[in-house]
Every structure is written in structure tokens, then in C-alpha cells.
Nanobody, 125 residues
Framework: QVHLVESGGGLVQAGSSLRLSCVAS????????MGWFRHAPGKKRAFVAA????????YYADSVEGRFTISGNNALNTMYLQMDSLKPEDTAKYFC??????????????????WGQGVQVTVSS
């Protein structure tokens, strides 16, 4: 399995921004679909965003469309999630995920082969 490490979370006020980072081990970014999921206490884990091999395509949940931007730096083997106009509803633990499969199938099932430990994002009103 690919080793993933997230960073960049924190406590912010509504309307502000955060950028999450996910560093993958080895040369995995160009070969794997990578994505972000979030899990709030008492709620089901939800898809947030994903990016295809070589950052050719991106995918977003309706709840974050227009506010969040997923990107990657293949040379650094790092994926980013720029979160703007944050809302209290965005409060959750965010997880980085990676898998060699097709992006559409992966975001539908949520069954990624590798997961990071997660990073907390808390948005106050």
C-alpha cells in the first residue's frame, strides 16, 4: 500500500481559507487516482474531491464545487486541497486516499486502496 501523510488542517473562522497537503511515498502521483474524503462525528464518510493520473481531470462533490480546488505537483509527489469560503458544515476530519483504479468508480464506491491518517479541519461561525 502507498503511504500517505496529510497536513495543513486547523481551526479557522467561516469565510476563511485553508490548504491541505498530502504527500505520497515513492513515485505514485502519476500512476494513481488520488482524492480527499471527510468524516464528521455521527455522519457517514463523504467524498470531497479527486484528481486523475497526471492531474488531467478533477472531480468535486456538489457541496464543495466552486469553493474547493484539488491540484497536484507530480515532481513533489504531493496533492493539495485548497479550501476557500469555508463553512461550519465543512468541519470534519479530512483523509487523503490513493488507488490505481478509475476515478469515477473510485469516488462512487469510496474503496481506495490506501488512506492517510487524516487531518482535522474545524470551521467556527
Amino acid at each position: 500500500q502507498v503511504h500517505l501523510v496529510e497536513s495543513g488542517g486547523g481551526l479557522v473562522q467561516a469565510g476563511s481559507s485553508l490548504r491541505l497537503s498530502c504527500v505520497a511515498s515513492g513515485r505514485t502521483f502519476s500512476s494513481y487516482t488520488m482524492g480527499w474524503f471527510r468524516h464528521a462525528p455521527g455522519k457517514k464518510r463523504a467524498f470531497v474531491a479527486a484528481i486523475s493520473r497526471d492531474v488531467s481531470s478533477t472531480y468535486y462533490a456538489d457541496s464543495v464545487e466552486g469553493r474547493f480546488t484539488i491540484s497536484g505537483n507530480n515532481a513533489l509527489n504531493t496533492m493539495y486541497l485548497q479550501m476557500d469560503s469555508l463553512k461550519p458544515e465543512d468541519t470534519a476530519k479530512y483523509f487523503c486516499a490513493a488507488d490505481p483504479g478509475d476515478p469515477v468508480q473510485l469516488i462512487t464506491t469510496g474503496v481506495f486502496g490506501s488512506w492517510g491518517q487524516g487531518v482535522q479541519v474545524t470551521v467556527s461561525s
